[in-house]
C-alpha cells in the first residue's frame, strides 16, 4: 500500500510530515481558543481539527472491525495508522461539515454574537455529534474499512508465499496483483478471492479453455446462463443424468483477464442478497463460512478447505 505524506497547511511545502503530533495539536488548540489571524487562518484550524477528528472515526471504525489475523503484527498496524492519518488529511477535503460548524462557531455564526467566540474548540466538541452525523453513518465507515482492509493484505500475502509450495507461490504471484485491484474495489476480502480461485481451479491447473486452446480466464467455472451477455466458451463436460453419466456440451464464462474474473465473482458477492452476509463478517475465514452457508457450494467440507487454503496466505505459515 501506498502512502503520500501531505505537507501540514500553512507550513511549506517543504515539511512533508504527518499533522498528528502533540506540538502541533496543541498549537491548534492555542490558535483555535485564541482564534490568532483571519478567516485563512481559521479555516486552517477548522480542517485540520476535522481531519483529526475523522482520523478518530476511522480509529474506532479499525477497533470496532478488529479480530482480522491479518492486522495482528506491529508493523503492519503502524502503517495502517500512518495511511489513515493522510486518509483523513484527503477526506477532510472538501470536508464532511464540520470544519464549516467550527468557523461559524469561531466568527461568531452560531451564538449570535458579533465578536469571535473565544470557546468555539469547546464549543466545536459538545456540538460535533450534531455537525457529523448528517454526513456520516456507520455503513460508509463500515465500507471504507473493508476496503483499506483488503488492500492492506497484500504485504502479508507477500510475505506468506516465500515459505509456501511451488505451486502456491505461482498461482498467488500471477494472481495477487488482480485480487488486490478487485478487493479494493468491492470490498470483498483478498484471502477470500485467492482462496476460493485456487480451490475451484486447482491452483490454477484446471483452466477452462477455448477450442484453440486459449484461456477463458474463467477460475470459478461459471457456466453462461441466459442473463450472460458476454463472451461463452463451450466446453464437453461430464454430467450425471437419469442414472448414468453423459457427455454434455456446457457454455461457460469467458472473460478477457483474471481480473475480470475475479471481479465477475466478486460482483456475485457484494451486490446478491443471498450473499449479503458475506460482506458483513470479520474475518475472511469467517467469510468462507459464509460462502458455504449461503448455498454456494454441496461440499459440506467447502468453507474448511478455503480455510485451509487462507492457511497458506498467513505470515510465518509453512
Same mark, same amino acid.
Not at 26 to 55: M, P, S, Y
Not at 112 to 122: F, I
Not at 168 to 188: D, L, P, T
Given at each position: 500500500?501506498?502512502?503520500?505524506?501531505?505537507?501540514?497547511?500553512?507550513?511549506?511545502?517543504?515539511?512533508?510530515?504527518?499533522?498528528?503530533?502533540?506540538?502541533?495539536?496543541?498549537?491548534?488548540?492555542?490558535?483555535?481558543?485564541?482564534?490568532?489571524? =483571519?478567516?485563512?487562518? #481559521?479555516?486552517? %484550524?477548522?480542517?485540520?481539527?476535522?481531519?483529526?477528528?475523522?482520523?478518530?472515526?476511522?480509529? #474506532?471504525?479499525?477497533?470496532?472491525?478488529? $479480530?482480522?489475523?491479518?492486522?495482528? !503484527?506491529?508493523?503492519?498496524?503502524?502503517?495502517?495508522?500512518?495511511?489513515?492519518?493522510?486518509?483523513?488529511?484527503?477526506?477532510?477535503?472538501?470536508?464532511?461539515?464540520?470544519?464549516?460548524?467550527?468557523?461559524?462557531?469561531?466568527?461568531? /455564526?452560531?451564538?449570535?454574537? /458579533?465578536?469571535?467566540?473565544?470557546?468555539?474548540?469547546?464549543?466545536?466538541?459538545?456540538?460535533? *455529534?450534531? =455537525?457529523?452525523?448528517?454526513?456520516?453513518?456507520?455503513?460508509? %465507515?463500515?465500507?471504507?474499512?473493508?476496503?483499506? !482492509?483488503? +488492500? =492492506?493484505?497484500?504485504?502479508?500475502?507477500?510475505?506468506?508465499?516465500?515459505?509456501?509450495?511451488?505451486?502456491?507461490?505461482?498461482?498467488?504471484?500471477?494472481?495477487?496483483?488482480?485480487?488486490?485491484?478487485?478487493?479494493?474495489?468491492? $470490498?470483498?476480502?483478498?484471502?477470500?478471492?485467492?482462496?476460493?480461485?485456487?480451490?475451484?481451479?486447482?491452483?490454477?491447473?484446471?483452466? %477452462?479453455?477455448?477450442?484453440? $486452446?486459449?484461456?477463458?480466464?474463467?477460475?470459478?467455472?461459471?457456466?453462461?446462463?441466459? !442473463?450472460?451477455?458476454?463472451?461463452?466458451?463451450?466446453?464437453?463436460?461430464?454430467?450425471?443424468?437419469? =442414472?448414468?453419466?453423459? +457427455?454434455?456440451?456446457?457454455?461457460?464464462?469467458?472473460?478477457?483477464?483474471?481480473? *475480470?474474473?475475479?471481479?465477475?465473482?466478486?460482483?456475485?458477492? !457484494?451486490?446478491?442478497?443471498?450473499?449479503?452476509?458475506?460482506?458483513?463478517?470479520?474475518?475472511?475465514?469467517?467469510?468462507?463460512?459464509?460462502?458455504?452457508?449461503?448455498?454456494?457450494?454441496?461440499?459440506?467440507?467447502?468453507?474448511?478447505?478455503?480455510?485451509?487454503?487462507?492457511?497458506?496466505?498467513?505470515?510465518?505459515?509453512?
Amino acid at each position: 500500500m501506498s502512502i503520500h505524506y501531505y505537507p501540514r497547511p500553512g507550513s511549506g511545502a517543504e515539511q512533508p510530515v504527518s499533522m498528528f503530533d502533540a506540538e502541533q495539536l496543541a498549537q491548534l488548540k492555542r490558535n483555535a481558543q485564541d482564534n490568532k489571524g =483571519g478567516t485563512a487562518e #481559521q479555516q486552517q %484550524i477548522a480542517q485540520q481539527f476535522e481531519a483529526l477528528f475523522i482520523q478518530q472515526l476511522l480509529k #474506532q471504525a479499525r477497533a470496532n472491525a478488529s $479480530g482480522n489475523g491479518l492486522f495482528d !503484527s506491529e508493523q503492519v498496524r503502524m502503517t495502517q495508522s500512518m495511511g489513515d492519518e493522510q486518509l483523513s488529511l484527503q477526506l477532510a477535503n472538501p470536508g464532511i461539515g464540520l470544519a464549516e460548524a467550527l468557523i461559524r462557531q469561531m466568527q461568531g /455564526g452560531e451564538t449570535g454574537m /458579533g465578536q469571535p467566540d473565544s470557546n468555539a474548540w469547546q464549543q466545536g466538541l459538545a456540538n460535533r *455529534d450534531q =455537525g457529523v452525523a448528517r454526513h456520516v453513518d456507520a455503513p460508509s %465507515i463500515s465500507a471504507l474499512i473493508r476496503k483499506l !482492509s483488503a +488492500k =492492506g493484505s497484500l504485504d502479508q500475502v507477500y510475505s506468506a508465499v516465500r515459505g509456501a509450495p511451488e505451486h502456491v507461490r505461482n498461482f498467488v504471484g500471477k494472481m495477487h496483483a488482480a485480487a488486490e485491484a478487485v478487493a479494493e474495489k468491492s $470490498g470483498v476480502p483478498m484471502k477470500l478471492l485467492l482462496s476460493q480461485a485456487a480451490l475451484e481451479s486447482g491452483w490454477g491447473k484446471r483452466e %477452462i479453455l477455448h477450442e484453440n $486452446g486459449q484461456s477463458t480466464h474463467n477460475l470459478f467455472g461459471i457456466k453462461a446462463g441466459k !442473463s450472460w451477455t458476454g463472451k461463452v466458451a463451450h466446453i464437453m463436460t461430464t454430467e450425471f443424468e437419469n =442414472g448414468e453419466y453423459k +457427455k454434455v456440451k456446457q457454455p461457460f464464462r469467458a472473460y478477457d483477464s483474471y481480473e *475480470d474474473s475475479l471481479a465477475d465473482y466478486a460482483r456475485l458477492i !457484494s451486490t446478491s442478497p443471498r450473499y449479503e452476509s458475506v460482506m458483513q463478517a470479520s474475518t475472511p475465514q469467517e467469510a468462507a463460512q459464509r460462502v458455504q452457508d449461503a448455498g454456494y457450494a454441496t461440499d459440506p467440507n467447502y468453507a474448511q478447505k478455503l480455510i485451509k487454503i487462507m492457511a497458506y496466505f498467513d505470515a510465518g505459515s509453512r
